[in-house]
């Protein structure tokens, strides 16, 4: 089970603080991380799926994982804001149906979560592994191939989550509580969902990163050693690099596999910081299960590292919209594209702004020479004099 669906229905059966007022304090700065975190994540989303869909990266395959996982990300910050309106007297969370459909989205939204960060990582692994293939490999249908049957999975297998709670009256109010009669089944589930949300998509985003690294690393070197020496020199350092025909790979590819190699660093990042955001939340889970109901003194530090482990585990669903800005050239161009377009201002200056290629015959020499203007503003504007006016007309 996610860690925020285990603390929802069960509600923190581990928590035996013996200092209420301290717990009080920790839950408050948790309840104000939350929303703001609710706020800006879910904003942060919203303007990756337009910067992915909307601008020049809807041709890589590699932004319809990202928008996707960004979508995914949303609804869980939706369930969790739903979490969030109940402990402040609106109980939305306490509805009968809205109960049930609160848990099977943040069971689905957890899955895809991590599936789809193993998806676009398997994807970089064959675009960096074998280069050839991945035009015909990692395209755009296959990527929709992908995130359709990604999809479909996630809704079918978290079917039996709805049978999982009820409605409860306890002092006159619905509670939102674990359905005694499907004990057995939460408790398989919630192995099951340990296994397959983290376990297996774990260790497959773990290999595939270190392998890719090597590779780009590797990657990095040849193309510095034919970037920076002559021939004889390339030759012999290619030798050195154990790669023989490393000097015959023309230029063309290097400046290929360079912006490739922006994607699959931005695509590093993301995944490194995703298993780093879930390690501690499931690794506090294997620690109780394997503890048990041991002796009360061991326990006593497990609330606080729950509270900081639940911090970092949602954190994972509204932070990547800064990693894509912090580690993504690409992503930062498509933004400010994006942003630019939406601005009226920079939409009439970019039409009353418009680039003139003059032809002119030279006696002289014979020959056509090509001589740029920009019209700026109705005037004709040397290029070189154009860059010089057009900081003073924003």
Not at 68 to 84: Q, R
Request: aromatic share 10%; proline share 4%.
């Amino acid at each position: 089970m996610s860690e925020y669906g285990n603390m929802s229905v069960t509600n923190g059966t581990n928590e035996t603080d013996p200092d209420p007022g301290w717990r009080y304090i920790v839950e408050g700065i948790e309840m104000c991380y939350s929303l703001i975190l609710i706020v800006l994540g879910t904003i942060g989303n919203c303007i990756s799926v337009l910067a992915f869909f909307t601008t020049k990266l809807r041709k890589l395959s590699s932004s319809f994982y990202l928008a996707a996982l960004a979508i995914s990300d949303t609804g869980f910050l939706v369930a969790l804001f739903i979490s969030w309106l109940n402990s402040f007297g609106v109980p939305l969370f306490n509805v009968s149906g809205l109960c049930e459909m609160n848990l099977y989205l943040t069971y689905v939204c957890s899955f895809l979560s991590a599936w789809l960060v193993v998806a676009f990582t398997v994807e970089r692994f064959i675009a960096v592994r074998y280069p050839l293939r991945r035009p015909s490999m990692c395209t755009v249908a296959r990527a929709k191939v992908v995130l359709a049957s990604l999809t479909l999975l996630a809704l079918i297998l978290n079917v039996p989550n709805f049978w999982l709670t009820q409605i409860e009256i306890r002092d006159n109010k619905p509670i939102c509580s674990l359905n005694p009669k499907f004990t057995v089944l939460a408790t398989v589930i919630n192995h099951v969902d340990f296994v397959v949300t983290f376990i297996l998509p774990f260790f497959v985003i773990a290999t595939l990163n270190a392998w890719i690294s090597l590779m780009v690393w590797q990657l990095a070197r040849i193309r510095r050693v034919l970037t920076l020496t002559g021939p004889r020199e390339r030759n012999i350092h290619c030798r050195r690099l154990h790669q023989p025909h490393c000097a015959a790979i023309p230029q063309q590819s290097l400046r290929s596999s360079a912006s490739q190699t922006k994607v699959t660093k931005m695509l590093l990042v993301v995944s490194t910081v995703f298993l780093c955001l879930n390690l501690p939340s499931y690794v506090l889970r294997v620690r109780v299960y394997v503890q048990g109901s041991e002796s009360k003194s061991q326990e006593e530090n497990l609330p606080i590292l729950q509270h900081v482990a639940h911090v970092l585990f949602i954190t994972n669903f509204g932070i990547n919209f800064v990693l894509y800005c912090v580690s993504g050239q690409n992503f930062r161009r498509a933004f400010c594209s994006l942003c630019c377009s939406c601005c009226p201002c920079s939409r009439q200056r970019a039409d009353s702004t418009q680039l003139t290629v003059v032809s002119e015959y030279t006696r002289s020499t014979g020959s056509i020479a090509h001589r740029r203007t920009v019209t700026l503003n109705g005037f004709q504007v040397p290029w070189k004099e154009a860059h010089e006016l057009l900081p003073l007309t924003k």
